[in-house]
């Protein structure tokens, strides 16, 4: 095979590119070292015969220069060349573009050179772009995958502010480019800018990294651990492999010991995590398992009822999409009902926008392996955040009187008017269960982000155990277990739950072992 040019290599000779910053577009802008390179370029335009600079622009539809002083409004460049030439008709192409009065730095300018050359550039990129099938009429979904057409889309929101170049740095060196790192973000400026940024974009300059990064030499050595009890070592030992979720979990929430339990099956991997604060929000969710079991065994038949149709032919069944449409909305209706303290009805529409609303909040805590999203989905989750921290201290600072939240549905602010008056339903029970948690600890600065983590970050991950629960009892080799299941889930006595319990832990037992 051909010899490969390591990734660091790579990184090191785009990273001092960056910080390389070549000179201006103007008049006597070359480095002194390329005078030489200059000359050969003149003496080639005129062994080619090229037009002047009035004729190019006369070919592009624009006016030609009158005069010298025209094409430079500097003295001492326009003289120069009025000598040399004596008509500004004789002006060469290769000097006249380069000597060119440029554009004044300003917002859109992009590299200020002469007009004449952006002109000329900018032609050029729009008959390259319409002429291109790749970029014209192969640009489809069909020949791209919809996921490759949606992937290749612009981006506002990226902290690119639509740039595409990022995503390639992001993807082919992830290694070293970390998230929000400005190399990546915008590798054509220099981070020396910063100073000047400020002043250009105040409130943003300060969420990006300006360092430059780095790396260990022996970061491109990667091992993959395929085998449950390598799986099993790698999480258990967080000083070797220390989890990147507290971390993230702390851009989110501001505070960095968040009250935050990871719970494991103990019959899979039999280790749990408790933070120096404590497990007063785990006590509280575990300490009536009951009343859990209840609400959402009848919010599950609810959702089967309401969201479920007639099958089309003879058969008397009905049909459901059981992940989408029951699964992976249970956990975003309990967490309106106890603790934003709105209820969502089954045919609400703003239920699929609440349940898309969770997703970003898990992803970026959890599942953070794409660098290219990192930015979009850390701004949404730190206004998710405090969004539900404002919600939560109205219902439980003393200080707050009877406010009237749009946003307690849905945490994105465009969703917000669309929230009918007849969703507000009555939630009796939900005020006391927020009470009994403030209860166990009454500092709200500790206790929203603790509540936050164990609920909002957690809701898809639950739906997402469910779901491959459900997948591997619905296959064949899983007839007799679902049978069982639905029997003992008929009992609805405590035996029963217990074996329904360990149905779970064997599917995600098996589970685990397939990876």
């Known amino acids: 095979p051909p010899p490969k040019f390591k990734d660091s290599d790579l990184a090191c000779i785009l990273q001092n590119a960056t910080s ?91 590299m200020c050179s002469g007009y004449t050359v952006s002109r000329s550039i900018l032609a050029d990129i729009v008959s390259l772009t319409r002429g291109d099938r790749f970029f014209t009429v192969e640009f489809t979904p069909f020949n791209l995958t919809s996921w490759g057409h949606r992937d290749c889309q612009p981006d506002p929101h990226d902290g690119t502010y639509g740039g595409m170049l990022a995503r390639l740095l992001f ?20 981070p020396v800018m910063r100073d000047v940024m400020s002043h250009v974009i105040p409130n943003t300059v300060g969420e990006y990294i300006w360092t ?103 058969s008397r069944g009905r049909t459901v999409d059981v992940v989408r449409d029951v699964i992976n909305v249970l956990p975003v209706r309990w967490i309106c009902m106890y603790y934003v303290r709105q209820r969502l009805r089954v045919s609400c ?44 201290k109205a219902h439980l600072s003393p200080n707050v009187g009877p406010i009237r939240f749009c946003r307690l549905v849905e945490f994105d602010r465009h969703v917000q008017p669309r929230i009918p008056d007849p969703y507000r339903a009555s939630l009796a029970e939900s005020l006391p269960f927020l009470k009994s948690i403030y209860s166990e600890r009454n500092d709200l600065a500790v206790l929203i982000p603790s509540l936050f983590s164990e609920v909002v ?20 080799h899983g007839t007799h277990a679902r049978e069982e299941i639905v029997r003992l889930a008929r009992l609805q006595s405590q035996e029963a739950n217990e074996r329904v319990r360990s149905y779970i832990h064997t599917a995600l037992g098996r589970l685990l072992r397939c990876i």
């Open 212 to 314: 430059r990064p780095t790396m260990r030499d022996d970061a491109e050595d990667t091992l993959v651990v395929k085998t449950l009890v390598g799986i099993r070592a790698v999480l258990d030992d967080r000083k070797a492999f220390p989890p990147g979720y507290s971390e993230r979990l702390m851009v989110v929430t501001g505070y960095r010991h968040v009250d935050w339990v990871f719970v494991r099956f103990p019959s899979l991997l039999p280790t749990c995590y408790v933070s120096q604060h404590g497990a007063q929000v785990n006590k509280v969710l575990l300490q009536d398992i009951n009343k859990w079991t209840s609400y959402f065994g009848l919010e599950t038949s609810v959702l089967i009822q309401g969201r479920s149709t007639d099958c089309i032919g003879k």
């Open 457 to 476: 970050v957690t809701a898809r991950q639950w739906s997402q155990v469910i779901a491959h629960v459900v997948n591997y009892y619905l296959d064949d």
């Open 20 to 110: 390389w910053r070549a000179g201006m577009h103007k008049a006597r802008g070359i480095p002194r070292v390329l005078r030489v390179i200059e000359m050969l370029g003149i003496e080639q335009a005129r062994r080619w015969g090229a037009c002047s600079l009035n004729d190019f622009r006369r070919s592009l539809g624009l006016e030609p220069y009158r005069s010298f002083r025209e094409w430079n409004p500097i003295p001492e460049i326009s003289d120069a060349a009025a000598k040399l030439y004596k008509d500004i008709e004789n002006q060469e192409l290769y000097v006249g573009l380069h000597a060119e009065e440029t554009k004044p730095l300003m917002g859109g300018a992009g």
């Open 171 to 190: 993807r082919t060196l992830p290694d070293h480019y970390p998230p929000r790192s400005v190399y990546a973000h915008f590798p054509f400026m220099d």
């Open 349 to 392: 529409s703003l239920q699929s926008h609440v349940q898309e609303a969770f997703h970003p909040r898990s992803s970026y805590v959890l599942l953070n392996s794409d660098p290219v999203k990192d930015w979009r989905l850390r701004e949404s989750s730190v206004q998710a955040f405090r969004d539900f921290s404002d919600v939560v």
